[in-house]
């Protein structure tokens, strides 16, 4: 199985629609995240935790919402999705850092839900 | 502030024959930087990591980057080719403890038979 899982793979909605993205994973992982991906721009952040009581929003966070249900789990909500939300979604997983010096944590990455809004 | 510039988002490249991805990157702290790849209908893979130790990191699947402090710069190489190494690469800047891994926009590499 996959250390990082998101489901569903693939979505087709049509606007104003609620959609639900989840994640999961076996990493044990404290720190975990949503990007977003679009042709020609990377990946941004759309959400990220740190632990269950501690979510904050990224660089576009607007028209999302998140939930961290359990350490292991993130899930990722569009209340009333729109056409300009239709992407390539990930999840990511990091461990907390071990302490200065140690350098960054690895991001882990889900497969990937690709969402398309009609 | 940090900032990641790939310099090429398309490279195109014979089998077997070397490949450059270049990485210049901007960053008010010491970076940790990352490459990943990204094959068609699948998620990010970590092919190396630098985190201020050796300055020449290797990878997986014959992938290697040299961190250049002074060109501010991170480039992936790879001395021969193959067809699986098409897919688009993506160099990534951090800090350590932040949230903030910033992308760069990709580099989609073709490998030519």
């Given amino acids: ?75 990722l909500s569009l209340e009333s999705a729109i056409p300009n939300q239709t992407a390539l979604y990930f999840c990511a997983t990091s461990d907390t850092p071990a302490g200065t010096g140690s350098g960054a944590n690895v991001l882990t990455f889900g497969a990937g839900s690709r969402l398309t809004v009609l | 502030a940090q900032s990641v510039t790939q310099l090429d988002s398309h490279v195109s490249v014979s089998e077997g024959t070397p490949v450059l991805l270049r990485c210049n990157y901007s960053s008010s702290y010491s970076p940790s930087l990352f490459w990943y790849v990204q094959h068609p209908n699948k998620g990010l893979q970590l092919l190396l990591k630098y985190t201020s130790a050796a300055t020449l990191v290797k990878g997986i699947n014959g992938f290697e980057a040299e961190f250049k402090k002074s060109e501010t710069s991170f480039h992936l190489t790879k001395p021969s080719a193959h067809m699986s190494d098409a897919a688009e690469y993506f160099c990534v800047v951090t800090r350590s403890g932040t949230y903030k891994y910033i992308f760069g926009t990709g580099t989609r590499l073709k490998v030519l038979a």
């Fill in chain 1, 1 to 75: 199985d996959a250390d990082v899982t998101q489901t569903p793979r693939n979505r087709i909605t049509k606007t104003g629609k609620r959609i639900m993205l989840e994640c999961s994973q076996t990493k044990g992982h404290d720190r975990m995240y949503w990007y977003r991906q679009d042709p020609g721009l990377g990946l941004r952040l759309i959400y990220y935790s740190f632990d269950v009581k501690d979510i904050n929003k990224g660089e576009i966070s607007d028209g999302y919402s998140v939930s961290r249900q359990a350490q292991a789990k993130f899930s």
